[in-house]
């Protein structure tokens, strides 16, 4: 191989887990170069909420006098009564636990700030963990602005201490290999990367890191998991950052292995979720692309933000509703993924559709035009009911709704509100009836967000083979990495951290 450019580390990914192995490589004596494929750093971590579960008595958790430990984060993550805890690796929490407190203080030392409250949220166990970095103060740097994206304080904080410290950063840099002496036994030597205008070779002396991201938005790979998870699912944090698994391949291709990959489908957790904003294409609970947001143009529409599920039913791709509406739980998906008679698509539940009528659209004060909806197939308009079931078409649906079918769903929900009792699916006293034209229809299938399995590593973050020895030289960080099934921030930085550290310290 002919390598266009040397170094010590290659870290693949900017994001939170990236930017962590970077800094922390640089800190420890490695030349380091830091490849991302977007036009911006920061992945899902810039549209975070920058909540980052971080404990085990940090110096935050001192000045409020939270008493926690390594021992405790241990003992809760691998709690066998939590469902995101059944299925976690051991070493790997221990190595987490251990790190929790030093990692905390490495972004003090590079410069991320926090606001000065604990946060207490259901995942983050038995005490307070949870502190939020805050925004980044230049507004055009948030890719969603004026929406509490938080996370933009993280990754823009370290990115600028990293380029500070030499860090050489390359956007607009997808890896698309990672090159390897032999299978058995040899050592990584470097990437390819595509950049519009060429082809690099990248040597890397020391190690690579691979902070890509996850899976979630490559439907091949994730229904390696659950095979009903087909393409009508989007991915939350589309359309800035992808998780196209491109890393999880890479080291695939090389002879990697995955691990603990139950936690992908226990049913708890945040791998897949309820849409909040309806008849826009990607509608992720907490993320609202403003319109002056620089990816705008790739979203089309904010959506219509649901707050209460009284104000419409939900049907599947045959025009039936299929469950209580205002139930978020894993039933809920569950039953939205269910096939119930479509014989062309037998796994997945199809596209989701949320059916309104003018005087939901007044209660709510929405505004049922662009930029708000997206009529380019996530949204649909009409006079009648039966009109309107002829006018949703969007590539996922397969079949055209039967007039007929929508009219008799909604004339059976009608009849619910005035008897008051939902006896298909039991939602509690339905309020409204949908009976005022316009009739809409909104896009409102249920969108992915956490990777939870990926690359089998040590608890140095070395990626480990499908024979169970070390890649010597191969680092994996974030969720790409597998076996701790812990939601978003917290252990992307401390495997990055350890992934960057170990590197640079490998002899080359
Ligand atoms: C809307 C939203 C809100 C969230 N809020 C929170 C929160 O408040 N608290 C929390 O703890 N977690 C939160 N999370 C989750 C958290 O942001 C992620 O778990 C975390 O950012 C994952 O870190 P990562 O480094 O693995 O991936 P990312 O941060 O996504 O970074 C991966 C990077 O790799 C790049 N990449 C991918 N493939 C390639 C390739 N082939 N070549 C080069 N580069 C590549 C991507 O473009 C991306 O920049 C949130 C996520 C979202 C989407």
Redesign the pocket.
Known sequence: MEWTLSTDVVV?????????AAVSARDHGAEVIL????FD?????????????LGGGNALQAKFNIEDSPDRIFSDWTDHRRGDARYNDRDLVRAFADECVPTFQFLLDNGVTFIEKPIVTPDASTVPR?F?THEWHVPGEVI?PRRN???SGL?RRLVESARKKGVQVLLN????QIVRDGSKGGRVRGIV?EASDRDIAIEARKGIVI????HTGNVNFRRMFDPRLTEEYQQ??LPY????A??EL?AMDIGASLWATGAQTSEVGPAITKTRHVGCRWG????YFETDSPVFHLCKATGLTVTDWQEAILVDQTGRRFWNEIDASYDFINAAMGNRGDTTKLNGGGPIWAIFDADAVARQNWKPEPPHVDPDGYFASADTIFELAGRIRNPYQKQPIAGSVLQETVNRYNSFVTSGVDSDFNKPVPLHPIAKPPFHAAWSTPIL???LTGLRTDTHAQVIDIRGEVIPGLYC?????GGFAQ??????LVF?RIAGRHAAQRNS
């Open positions: 693949i990914g900017a994001g939170a887990a990236g930017l962590a490849v991302e494929e977007n750093i920061g992945g899902h971590a810039m549209l975070s909420g920058g909540r980052v579960q949870v939020v969603a994206r938080n996370g990754v840099h997808e890896m698309t990367a902070a890509t991201g996850g939350a944090g950052s992808f998780q196209g491109d890393g890479a992720y609970l907490s993320l967000h956490d990777s960080a974030g969720e790409s990495q939601h978003g921030l917290g252990r992307c990055g």
